[in-house]
């Protein structure tokens, strides 16, 4: 390594003794204290790898002298710590790894020296279908329908995490991707073996799915990547990028009684699409901080691909140190964490210094009221006062070439447009979130209390993204009431927000075709395209989950709740 900033020193965390490339090197020459949190990671990264060849001092340079408000020319490259795969875009990954191990055998030489460099982890999520709902076995059921489905992708990565060294597969029916990643997969720093010592180094990571963006509600910077950039990551090849410019989101105050982070995520969405922040970073900061859970933080980023940014990241500060802690962190995990970032200058302390951005845009969070987004876009937020009326215009464009139709009896009753064929608390952006989920439990309690049901032409299922929302939820007693509403749990995985929602029931699906009905969906998740959600369903809604739950009981969008 080059170390042209002599950048490379020791610090001390509890009785180890570890390598770090200081930051401080960098700010000996450059004044670097008006960087975002964001690009002093990048620049950290630069430090490290600089070789003399592939990266060099000028790249550095620029870095620390960046200017927020100049048009990004400068290409600089970004080696990720350690890169994450689901099993649809993993697989071709693995599959390249092998056959790379073919060839050197070919050759003769060894393939056992084929393996990923950098960490790649792989999260089996996206397989999982919501065949069966509302049964009492409906996770074992459509965890078997599963298996059979995918037994040779299955058995090919159970290979792939034995024969190479540096990869970890996580088993299908554990967690969404991200909400592992969250949970239980970063690491906040890392470390490495770098010349005989362990140099810890901020974590960060690439993947090969766009909400990868979630974690930067942990601090850690990452984005999506495609499946060549994923592959060069976990060959330990950097990703070549123009220094970014940063766009900074002040948030003040705190959400009010009745609001969720769904809604703040929403707003944040329709804030940021119309300002225009595509291929810039978004860095949140602020006193508005202080009042957000790092679950909130995490909701808020998961987005960033709704908002256009390439990540939406937040400072590692103390509500990251609790959540490591509350999510099984080793205490040595969680000093070494504190300690580097406060050796790098990158801790932040409530009152600090704002950094400089190149634009501003301030968010009261105080304001955020209850909304929805849709029928067809994330970005087209309905405060939920204005839901019924949103519909119903939406409605008129939809069946103004129809020439007949628009009702059915089905179930003793009669289903007109704005029946909801689906409601689905799913995805990783809110299932992450205990708040929302209790919430929606406490309201499926109540709701049973008082002997209401959702409504039978309503396909309802709960699909959390991790085995931690099934045990809060069972252990303060709400699980019973969410599965008497049909909100039992139907799979461990993505489910219902990328499409994998399964078949309608045949009553609904014969009177949706039979009378040209507006079928919607109302779900937890992030995206809501029409045909992504279901091919019969023209309008979806984005909720938080207690509105998903409130909607089952409704069965319709075309109601005023």
């Known amino acids: 390594?080059?170390?042209s900033y002599g950048a490379r020193g020791e610090f001390v965390c509890g009785d180890q003794s570890y390598g770090i490339y200081r930051l401080a090197a960098v700010a000996e020459r450059h004044d670097i204290s008006h960087l975002p949190f964001s690009?002093?990671?990048?620049l950290e990264n630069l430090l490290r790898h600089e070789d003399g060849e592939n990266i060099t001092g000028t790249e550095i340079e620029a870095l620390a002298n960046w200017d927020p408000k100049a048009t990004p020319t400068q290409e600089i490259s970004f080696t990720p710590g350690r890169v994450l795969l689901q099993d649809f875009t993993g697989v071709p990954a693995v599959v390249d790894l092998a056959t790379m191990r073919d060839a050197l055998h070919d050759l003769g030489g060894d393939p056992d020296k084929i393996n990923p460099l950098s960490p790649a982890e792989l999260v089996i999520d996206h397989s999982v279908q919501v065949d069966v709902y509302g049964k009492a076995n409906a996770l074992d059921l459509n965890a078997e329908i599963?298996?059979?489905?995918?037994?040779?992708?299955?058995?090919?990565?159970r290979w792939g995490q034995?024969?190479?060294?540096?990869f970890r597969v996580v088993p299908p029916d554990t967690g969404i991707v991200h909400q592992v990643n969250l949970e239980f997969l970063a690491r906040g720093v890392m470390q490495q073996d770098i010349d005989g010592q362990t140099v810890a180094f901020p974590d960060t990571v690439v993947g090969t799915d766009s909400h990868t963006t979630m974690i930067n509600g942990l601090g850690v910077l990452g984005w999506g990547v495609g499946g060549i950039e994923a592959e060069a990551g976990m060959l330990g090849q950097p990703i070549t990028m123009l220094i970014p410019q940063v766009v900074g989101v002040r948030l003040t105050g705190a959400l009010s009684e009745g609001s969720t982070a769904t809604d703040l995520v929403l707003r944040v969405v329709e804030v940021l699409r119309e300002h225009g922040v595509v291929g810039k970073f978004v860095e949140f900061f602020g006193e508005g901080l202080d009042q957000l859970s790092l679950a909130?933080?995490?909701t808020v980023a998961n987005m960033a691909p709704e908002y256009g940014a390439t990540c939406?990241?937040?400072p590692i500060d103390d509500e990251t140190l609790n959540y490591l802690r509350l999510s099984g962190r080793s205490d040595q995990q969680v000093a070494l964490v504190e300690t580097y970032m406060r050796e790098?200058?990158?801790f932040r302390e409530p009152g600090q210094a704002e950094a400089s951005y190149s634009d501003v845009i301030d968010v009261d969070v105080s304001a955020i009221e209850p909304a929805m987004a849709g029928p067809k876009r994330p970005q087209d937020r309905i405060s939920l006062k204005n839901m019924q009326s949103a519909f119903q215009t939406s409605l008129k464009d939809m069946i103004k070439d129809?020439?007949?139709g628009g009702s059915a009896e089905v179930y003793g009753t009669t289903l007109t447009d704005g029946l909801l064929a689906i409601a689905a608390i799913t995805s990783c952006t809110n299932t992450s979130n205990p708040s929302v989920m209790l919430a929606a439990g406490l309201l499926a309690k109540n709701a049973v209390d008082k002997g209401l049901r959702s409504q039978p032409w309503v396909k309802t299922s709960l699909g959390p993204g991790s085995l931690v929302v099934t045990d809060y939820l069972k252990d303060a007693g709400l699980l019973d009431s969410l599965e008497t509403l049909g909100f039992g749990v139907v799979g461990y995985g993505c489910t219902t927000c990328i499409g994998n929602s399964g078949p309608l029931p045949e009553r609904v699906s014969a009177a949706i075709a039979d009378a040209d009905l507006v079928a919607s969906s109302v779900l937890s998740g992030n995206r809501n395209f029409e045909g992504r959600i279901h091919s019969e369903v023209k309008m979806n809604f984005l909720a938080s989950p207690p509105l998903v739950v409130a909607y089952a009981l409704a069965g319709t969008v075309d109601t005023d709740i």
Do not use: P, T, V, W
Request: no cysteine.
């Open 162 to 166: 034995q024969a190479f060294d540096n």
């Open 1 to 3: 390594m080059s170390n």
């Open 312 to 314: 939406g990241i937040f």
């Open 344 to 346: 790098q200058g990158m």
């Open 146 to 157: 599963e298996f059979k489905r995918n037994q040779e992708r299955y058995e090919f990565l």
């Open 39 to 42: 690009l002093k990671i990048l």
């Open 296 to 298: 909130d933080r995490a």
């Open 402 to 404: 129809r020439k007949d």
